[in-house]
Every structure is written in C-alpha cells, then in structure tokens.
C-alpha cells in the first residue's frame, strides 16, 4: 500500500492525534470553511480523555507513512465512521482510503455512514458514498455545513 502502515489505535496516539486533528482542519480545510468555522471546528482543546474512551470503544485505526502519524479514523459497529482525518503534507497519498477500506472490513456493515466536511465530500463520493442530505451542526455557537452520506454494502 505504498508504504502505509494501518495499525489500532493504543491510547499513546492521542497527543499526536489531536495535533493532527487541528492542522488538518486549519490547513486542509481551509478553502471550504472560513477562519471562525475553524476555530469553531477545532480549537486546538479537544478534550484527549473522551477521545481516547470513544477511541477505545470503537474500531479506531492509525495510518503512518514515511515513520510517521498520516492520519486516523474510527468506526462503531453499526458502521458509522465518525472522524477520519489525514494529515496535509499525506493527503491524496492513499492514506484516507486506506484507513477507510480497512475500518469497512473490520466492521460488517449493511450501511455506512458518516458526516463528510464540504473538502470531504469528493473523497466519500470516489469511495461509493452516496450525499443523503446537507446538514448543520453548531460548535462554540457558529454554524458548520456538512454533508450526511451513506454506503450500502454490495450485496455478495
């Protein structure tokens, strides 16, 4: 998989994962969303406690590339894939598909779903997500468009 390595989530990603969190959502981000929907979005505080137990609970995977955090996602069991963010300098590297591929054969889903950031929705359509509906979600009061969307399993 051209040098990614898909590991689990042990709760020593967390610092590395939230850093990768904020610059993703202030770089990679940036041209969909204003600098108040980012800092709304990501203030740079997530809380690492109720990260890790949700991380923990839930099928959550670590990508590197090159020695390095490329990104993470996690996923329930009903199939609803909660975060998946890939570092900038490793986006269109296979990274995300890579993590998303494996959290869908970990986790046998007749339906997969997820909330797709406006830059996330190209990412989910090339992966056989479906936009079901735009949606609002409000963080720290400032309101965020994204874009619930599905994936029904093939049939087999």
């Known amino acids: 998989m051209n040098g990614i390595k898909i590991r689990k989530y042990v709760s020593g990603d967390i610092d590395?994962?939230?850093k990768l969190f904020y610059d993703t959502v202030h770089t990679v981000n940036a041209l969909d969303?204003?600098?108040?929907?980012?800092?709304?979005?990501a203030d740079g505080a997530p809380d690492k406690a109720k990260w890790d137990k949700e991380f923990t609970e839930r099928e959550a995977l670590v990508?590197?590339?090159g020695?390095?955090?490329?990104?993470?996602a996690d996923m329930d069991s009903s199939g609803y894939l909660d975060r998946l963010y890939v570092a900038a300098d490793c986006v269109r590297k296979g990274?995300?598909?890579a993590l998303l591929t494996a959290l869908e054969a970990r986790n046998?889903?007749?339906?997969?779903?997820?909330?797709?950031s406006i830059t996330a929705v190209p990412f989910f359509l090339k992966a056989g997500y479906s936009v079901v509906r735009e949606n609002a979600v409000i963080r720290r009061?400032?309101?965020?468009k994204n874009y619930l969307m599905q994936k029904m399993k093939p049939a087999d």
Do not use: M, N
């Open 16 to 18: 590395k994962i939230c």
């Open 95 to 97: 990274v995300g598909s």
């Open 108 to 116: 046998p889903a007749a339906v997969y779903t997820t909330y797709a």
């Open 67 to 72: 020695g390095k955090l490329a990104g993470f």
């Open 141 to 144: 009061g400032v309101t965020l």
């Open 63 to 65: 990508a590197e590339y």
């Open 33 to 41: 969303y204003t600098p108040a929907e980012l800092d709304a979005w």
